[in-house]
């Protein structure tokens, strides 16, 4: 895995994304993964070392920074990113028409809200959704609706990926089996990791953040969790 640091662009005023691009020298313009992170604020290096990982799997990732404690939630900063990462995927080697939209934790309730809602986000209909480690019993901040009610009463427009940890002891993994119970289409991947583990990180309580590790085994969840954003994409 690269360590290279990724591009940054603003998707707003004064709001910035990181951009992660595929290896040099793939064919063909690239799919596209918008990842949302968390509730915390302004954790887009969060999620980097799964963004790298995906990436070098040849996909286009943006990663941009939100904030939960907004007045809205945060509704109008995800949908500015949104717009933004279809505005710029060609610009750097992606194809805006192949957007997979994912999330992990908070965001991963928002990604599979939106995305199995294109009419909340103007229209926008991305080819899939991946929720990473979240729940979806509570209403989103983009849609206003409960993702678990809605998808319960009515089949996904898109299909829907689902990644939770075994060993999640933030959101417990009966909040994501719920949804695969109500959406049997949904692919539903667990692994033995926690709530960090499955986006290749490690909660650090002096940092009071998730940082990189060198665990092997938080290093194999996170590739795992990678391969789905990739099979999402239609890259494997």
């Known amino acids: 895995m690269t360590s290279i640091r990724p591009e940054v662009v603003p998707y707003a005023d004064g709001r910035l994304m990181d951009v992660h691009r595929p290896p040099a020298g793939a064919a063909g313009p ?5 990842l949302w992170h968390g509730r915390g604020a302004d954790e887009r290096d969060v999620l980097r070392p799964l963004a790298r990982e995906a990436a070098a ?8 920074d939100w904030r939960s404690d907004g007045p809205d939630g ?6 500015a990113s949104l717009a ?14 192949r957007l997979v939209l994912a999330g992990w934790s908070l965001g991963g309730r928002e990604a599979v809200a939106v995305a199995t ?4 986000s103007g229209g926008t209909r991305p080819v899939a959704a991946v929720g990473i480690s979240s729940s979806y019993a509570r209403p989103s901040a983009v849609t206003g609706d409960a993702p678990l009610d809605r998808l319960a009463a009515a089949p996904s427009p898109v299909p829907v990926w689902l990644v939770h940890g075994t060993e999640d002891e933030v959101v417990g993994p009966e909040h ?6 109500a959406l049997p ?4 991947l667990e692994l033995p990791t926690d709530h960090a583990g499955v986006v290749m990180t490690a909660y650090d309580a002096g940092a009071g953040r998730c940082l990189p590790t060198d665990d092997p085994g938080v290093l194999h ?5 990678a391969a789905v954003l990739a099979e999402a994409a239609g890259l494997r």
């Open 84 to 97: 933004c990462a279809r505005r710029e995927a060609a610009a750097h080697g992606g194809d805006p028409e």
């Open 185 to 188: 289409a949904a692919v539903l």
């Open 74 to 79: 945060g509704r109008a900063e995800l949908l």
């Open 221 to 225: 969840a996170g590739r795992r969790t």
């Open 57 to 64: 799997l040849g996909l286009l990732v943006f990663v941009p």
């Open 176 to 181: 994501t089996r719920k949804l695969a119970e």
């Open 30 to 34: 690239a799919p596209v993964v918008l």
């Open 117 to 120: 809602r294109p009419d909340a």
